[in-house]
């Protein structure tokens, strides 16, 4: 199934390798084909937009990428050799950071204390907290994040406070891609802001960006590159300068492919060229 | 992981597009107020607090508006039932009853102390009563009955205790039966076995060797001289306030936040003066019993192992979101068998030091009445029945309460009866004020 519309893929920064590459990648759960012959590319400095409806394979995607579903077919790509993914610490050794989109967030522990979980620095087997505070304090900094002190339990922080401070986390690790699953869906609009701003920074430090999104206007506010799936398989690659949210639309709900669109091709040119 | 995570600040390539990026720039669309770079914006909650005397102030308001209570309802629990019984009795306010209260409230303020830890994790253990009892029968069957060595007796009782401990938690975290049904199994099967140890007799009387002898009521620290409770309490200021102090120090050269050295002053102070006042009471009756310096200390190390280890922030992270602390590569179901093994230690070593009191292992050890006032302690202490909030000096705290009100009522000739309506109630008022405090931290977004 091809897609009319779908554009020739042009990343942002279309001078260097991607650093990440799905070619070919299939799943399946049991009778069901989740993702069939997934082509995905995610270069340094890109933020890719993945899109598309409810059980499109999005999620399966990111849960291929994470390690925690195992691809069943294809292959897996990181700076040009192929890799195999079995659990999600394979993931992480390669330098992939997710951030689900249940933050998974100690809400008793302060700031420091969730940034550091389960990696924490230690001086003579103790926590060193100093250090910790202050490394924490200069990541913030970086990535211009204001919070009302890093020394609070995470439950009192607002909800975009505590998105921005799970995707500080995943950048604890110091990864080159990261993954971010509906990282506004639950977010107001000031909220959702901050957030889009804070996935411009870690486009402007060279990772890569994977942005899993329902919503079109986030998508078109910081995306350089957007890759539709619908039903389990690419429904077209978009640089997002160029392309109308229209368009995309269209890949989304697979317009270009039901009966009116069908009508229309049908009409001024010949039949059978879906 | 082995690398350890490099600052990301000072990894950018100077030619990327991070040169021309100014981390001090508002970003667009982010702030409401154009220039807010230079002054932002006082937001409410910002933990900003003022010099002096009213920012304290303030800052306490907000905590106790925050239900952020901490010890407080506790500390003012004890000086009230204080003052109920010194006007009931002329006799409750000296200093024999304090070393009665001190001497006695130790046994039950070693299960609270292992119970703290499994609060933490938002668990209960019901077996800790019925593990302390059957601890004394083995040290008892060990060092009585079979002669052995009262030390290896000691070891090997809590080695007991750590496996008891670590069973239930293994069945917890590895099987998935829920903790409370799997130590409501080891309340009624240890309390069996201990019968089985004890035998027809019932009781075994104990000799006072090694442990036993540092838990048995004539025992006092330095034999009880005059200056061995300051000496103990000068250890506990110093040590508070060095550590305050150092603490200062090393964040000072790390350029983060540290208190002013009023604070430190003023902490350590408040510290010095309940320490010093306890020492001088102690000293007016017989001194300080060893067995209190044992808990004391061990309350210290648990303190120290909870928050300055990576051990201790699993406890938390675990009590605080499991799914969360999977995530970050904590072997949740380690956490949990360990801290159930941490729980029936203190269990047993409660056990000796309650068969101490008494210097026999007898039936009565495994009173389920111990189980009660040690879950009760720990949550009057402060530590919540929610998980992931409390301190093990919740422990001493509860503890001191139960063994007040119960000293109290024991003077005034109350009996059992009137005593369990009135601890129950101090139970319930706990727990109550836990409930309300997650609520009001709930609604004021800190929970």
Not at chain 2, 2 to 8: A, F, K, M
Not at chain 2, 13 to 18: E, H, Q, T
Not at chain 2, 369 to 379: G, K, P, R
Request: glycine share 12%.
């Amino acid at each position: 199934m091809t897609n009319p519309l779908a554009g020739s893929y042009a990343p942002a920064s279309a001078d260097g390798e991607p650093v990440l590459a799905l070619r070919g990648v299939s799943k399946r759960f049991g009778a069901v084909q989740a993702l069939s012959d997934v082509e995905l590319e995610v270069h340094p400095g890109e933020v890719v937009a993945l899109v598309g409806d409810n059980g499109a394979g999005k999620s399966t995607v990111v849960k291929a990428i994470a390690g925690v579903h195992p691809i069943d077919d294809g292959q897996m790509e990181w700076e040009g050799r192929a890799v195999t993914v079995h659990r999600p610490q394979d993931s992480q050794h390669l330098g992939i950071a997710t951030v689900y989109q249940d933050l998974a967030l100690a809400d008793n522990l302060d700031v420091v204390a969730n940034l550091f979980l389960g990696r924490e620095i230690t001086t003579y087997g103790t926590l060193d907290e100093v250090a910790m505070e202050k490394r924490a304090q200069e990541l913030l900094d970086t990535l211009s994040i204001r919070i009302p002190s890093v020394r609070i339990p995470v439950a009192s922080l607002s909800g975009g406070q505590r998105q921005v401070v799970a995707i500080a986390r995943s950048l604890i690790g110091d990864p080159k891609v990261v993954i971010l699953d509906e990282p506004t869906a639950a977010l107001g609009v000031e909220q959702t802001a901050q957030v889009l701003d804070l996935v411009e920074r870690l486009r402007e430090r060279g990772l890569g960006v994977i942005l899993i999104s329902h919503n079109m206007a986030d998508v078109s506010a910081v995306a350089d590159t957007v890759a539709v799936l619908r039903l389990g398989r690419n429904n077209g690659t978009f640089p997002m300068r160029g392309t109308t949210q229209e368009t995309i639309i269209a890949a989304i709900t697979g317009a270009t492919d039901n009966a009116v669109t069908r009508r229309a091709a049908r009409t001024p040119r010949s039949e059978g060229e879906v | 992981m082995s690398t350890p995570p490099t600052p990301p600040s000072g990894s950018p390539d100077p030619s990327g597009p991070l040169g021309e990026f100014n981390p001090l720039e508002p970003p667009p669309g982010i702030d409401p107020t154009p220039g807010a770079a230079v002054a932002p914006p006082v937001d409410p909650r910002l933990l900003v607090r003022q010099e002096g005397l009213r920012g304290y102030l303030d800052e306490f308001k907000r905590k106790v508006r925050g239900g952020e209570l901490g010890s407080l309802p506790v500390v003012i629990g004890l000086i009230v039932i204080w003052l109920i019984f010194s006007l009931k009795n002329s006799q409750y306010f000296t200093a024999a009853n304090a070393e009665f209260i001190a001497y006695y409230m130790v046994g039950l303020g070693m299960l609270a102390t292992g119970l703290v830890f499994v609060l933490l994790l938002g668990e209960i253990d019901l077996s800790v009563g019925s593990v302390s009892g059957l601890a004394a029968a083995i040290y008892a069957v060990l060092s009585v009955t079979h002669h052995w060595n009262a030390w290896l007796a000691v070891v090997i009782t809590l080695l007991s205790g750590m496996v008891i401990g670590g069973l239930q938690g293994w069945i917890f975290a590895k099987i998935g039966v829920p903790a409370f049904v799997v130590t409501l199994a080891g309340f009624l099967a240890w309390q069996g076995v201990m019968l089985w140890l004890l035998g027809s007799t019932g009781t075994i009387n104990l000799e006072p060797k090694a442990l036993n002898a540092l838990f048995s009521g004539n025992s006092f620290f330095l034999g009880g001289q005059i200056f061995g409770a300051y000496l103990l309490a000068i250890i506990a200021t110093v040590g508070f306030g060095a550590s305050l102090f150092l603490q200062q120090r090393r964040r000072k050269a790390a350029g983060v936040p540290s208190r002013p050295t009023g604070e430190l002053i003023a902490r350590t102070v408040l510290l010095a003066i309940p320490v010093f006042l306890v020492a001088w009471i102690l000293n007016k009756a017989t001194g300080v019993p060893n067995n209190l310096v044992i808990f004391l200390a061990l309350l210290v190390i648990c303190d120290f192992v909870l928050r300055r280890t990576t051990y201790g922030r699993k406890v938390f992270s675990v009590g605080g979101n499991i799914e969360a602390s999977r995530r970050a590569g904590i072997s949740v179901p380690m956490v949990r068998i360990s801290v159930y093994a941490i729980s029936g230690t203190f269990a047993a070593l409660g056990g000796l030091a309650i068969a101490a009191t008494t210097n026999a292992a007898g039936q009565a050890g495994a009173d389920p009445n111990n189980l009660m006032m040690a879950i009760a302690a720990a949550v009057i202490g402060g530590t919540s029945l929610f998980g992931g909030r409390g301190r093990v000096w919740s422990a001493l705290l509860g503890i001191m309460v139960i063994e007040s009100i119960n000293a109290g009522l024991f003077m005034l000739g109350l009996t059992l009866d009137i005593q369990y309506m009135i601890t129950g109630g101090v139970l319930l008022a706990a727990v109550i004020v836990d409930s309300l405090s997650r609520r009001t931290q709930k609604s004021s977004g800190r929970a």
